[in-house]
């Protein structure tokens, strides 16, 4: 997203080229653009447009649908199953973002930090389960988490002690889906990271250095200035994402015990797709977006206070 | 972080000067001191990834043991024998061979379509001069802000009307043409210098040929980049799959291991086996891809996705 005003820009500036220039590549133009443009009107221009207006519609999978207006958003207002997961999801947030950006930030600096070997070799197996398949690992973290599962069975050996049903538990669960998904998710942010810091000028550090600066006041005096456009990218893009968690509580808990992981996503899933609400879940989709957009907005418009775009 | 002790003592700032004239003995003693943080930092590390590697390695354990020994109070690395028959068995029990065969067929054709299709926009909007260019790329960018759920349920009533529910190309089509694949790769074009163009233009080289001999094989880390990225969305990717498969013939591995992992009586070590299986071309890519990663999620801007 740091791209963005640059690429603005860029764009601005092939237009003018385009008008100043010869009259333009029209034909060959049409040629190389069709199979992308045609593929994103088809899914995706088409389907954002078609959710807004299911969403004023009762509409069934089967059988017709009618105009009902607002009421599918009122209905939304009003059920305590719908507040339950906008409250699940902003709490899985709340616990998820500042746990990944802090862990894959401090995990960045100590692979870069001076006199640590085989860089490439943290950096590859941090981020392994960020590629690896979601309910594979969601797979994993249900054995390891359940009665009897590692821990339990440690727990049981060292201490003597049951450890709780962590899936099964209303207190436990939610901590569960974002243990897995900060075990999975930080690997990307990580990189990002250390791209950042590996592009810190060493000139300005060492500068620092020599006039008496120390590892901590190096760091958040000139390093983290300097890597703020990667933390606000990191944090636009990981915010965004995690509004729309559903995998990992999907299989992991199944949105459950009672309804204590049930997020926004698998609140829409379960009203789309088991009772094939249609509408109802287009409107939820569009509260869903329209948090997001919100949020982002909100970041854009906050990071002036704290983004160093200056070099 | 912890790692690092002061390398340089708080002295007035008279730089060279200063460091020249500190006594030799110290600055042996610093470096000595130094050496010795470094190493405690690199081992206390690898602590880290190997505690952070558990579950991995958990994984590979339990899928070698007998059905009997998955759950062990204490816990053991090994069962009584090690059973690599499991591997086997996880690959005929539900088909989870053909889990495998239709992922990476959806894969790789959608990856395929993926690069193809944003090359040649990619190409459009780097090089070419047309109407509407800046809007059109606009435009683009900000499809990339709508979450994904916005578009599976009236993806699913078009799947429907046209009968592709439980098809190949409901998984690979819906997902093949991302605004995200053009401004990557357009992004690429634009740092490659025009003159190199030039020599194939005075030839009389059309703009196919151009594109296909000399921008492509410059580009080509960032269309590996684009494609291990495509290939592992694809690999992955669930919600959509979940919604728009049931028919066990069509499913992919995602739908596999969640099929496998809601039986009845679980067979955990074959569960295991399986979720190994499914990490094996993922794990494969990575590495392949490990000199570009950096660069790559640098340059695409791939992060928390």
């Known amino acids: 997203m740091t791209v963005l005003p640059a690429d603005v820009t860029a764009a601005a500036a092939t237009a003018t080229q385009a008008r100043r220039g010869r009259r333009g590549d029209g034909k060959a133009a049409t040629g190389f653009m069709a199979p992308s443009m045609l593929g994103l009107l088809a899914f995706t221009a088409f389907p954002i447009v078609a959710s ?33 997961a906008i409250l699940n999801t902003f709490v899985f947030v709340l616990l998820y973002v500042p746990l990944n950006i802090v862990i894959s930030l401090g995990l960045a600096v100590w692979i870069g930090s001076k006199g640590i070997r085989l860089r490439g070799l943290y950096r590859t197996i941090f981020f392994i389960p960020a590629v690896t398949p979601v309910v594979a690992n969601a797979a994993i973290f249900s054995l390891i988490l359940s009665p009897n599962g590692l821990i339990d069975s440690l727990m049981q050996t060292w201490f003597g002690v049951q450890a709780p049903n962590f899936l099964g538990s209303k207190t436990w669960a939610m901590p569960a889906v974002v243990m897995l998904s900060i075990w999975q998710g930080f690997g990307y942010n990580m990189l990002v990271f250390s791209a950042a810091l590996d592009a810190v000028p060493t000139s300005l550090t ?82 869903l977006f329209i948090i997001i957009l919100v949020i982002t907005v909100f970041q854009f418009i906050g990071q002036k206070r704290w983004v160093h775009y200056d070099q | 972080m912890t790692s690092e002790t002061p390398t340089f003592t708080p002295t007035p700032a008279l730089g060279a000067a200063a460091v020249a004239t500190t006594p030799h003995r110290s600055s042996a003693a610093r470096k000595v001191r130094s050496r010795v943080t470094s190493v405690v930092s690199q081992i206390l590390l690898s602590l880290v990834a190997l505690l952070f590697l558990v579950p991995i390695i958990w994984m590979l354990l339990s899928a070698l043991k007998p059905s009997a020994e998955v759950f062990t109070v204490p816990p053991k690395l090994f069962g009584s024998e090690v059973k690599f028959s499991n591997f086997v068995e996880a690959w005929n029990y539900l088909p989870f061979g053909r889990f495998i065969v239709n992922t990476l067929f959806v894969a790789g054709i959608g990856t395929f379509i993926t690069l193809i299709a944003s090359a040649m926009s990619g190409y459009a909007f780097a090089r070419l001069n047309f109407k509407f260019q800046g809007g059109l790329f606009v435009l683009y960018l900000s499809t990339l802000i709508v ?105 992919t591995v995602p739908l596999g291991l969640e099929l496998f992992l809601g039986q009845q009586g679980q067979r955990w070590e074959l569960l295991m086996a399986a979720a190994t299986i499914s990490m094996v071309p993922t794990v494969i890519l990575v590495l392949a891809l490990q000199k570009y990663l950096v660069r790559g999620i640098a340059l695409s801007g791939l992060g928390g996705r």
């Open chain 2, 147 to 251: 979450p994904q759920e916005v578009i599976v349920i009236p993806m699913f009533l078009v799947m429907q009307r046209l009968g592709w529910v439980n098809s190949y190309q409901a998984l690979i089509l819906p997902w093949a043409f991302t605004a995200f694949g053009t401004f990557l790769l357009r992004q690429f074009f634009l740092t490659i210098p025009r003159e190199l163009e030039e020599a194939a233009k005075i030839d009389g080289c059309g703009h196919i040929r151009i594109l296909r001999s000399v921008i492509i094989p410059i580009a080509a880390p960032a269309l590996a980049v684009l494609a291990v990225f495509t290939f592992l969305s694809y690999w992955n990717s669930f919600l959509w799959p979940l919604i728009i498969i049931n028919d066990t013939d069509k499913m």
């Open chain 1, 52 to 84: 807004l207006i299911i969403g004023f519609y009762n509409w069934p999978v089967i059988g017709s649908h009618t105009f009902i207006g607002l009421k599918n958003y009122e209905n939304l207002l009003t059920s305590k199953e719908f507040h339950t």
């Open chain 1, 206 to 287: 060492e500068a620092a250095a020599i006039d008496g600066a120390g590892t901590v006041a190096r760091f958040f005096r000139i390093v983290l200035p300097l890597i703020t456009p990667s933390i606000f990218f990191a944090v636009v893009l990981t915010l965004i994402s995690s509004f729309q968690v559903f995998t990992q509580a999907y299989v992991l808990t199944g949105g459950g015990p009672g309804n204590a992981t049930t997020t926004m996503v698998v609140y829409l899933y379960e009203q789309g797709f088991q009772f094939y609400k249609m509408g109802l879940a287009s409107a939820v989709a569009w509260v």
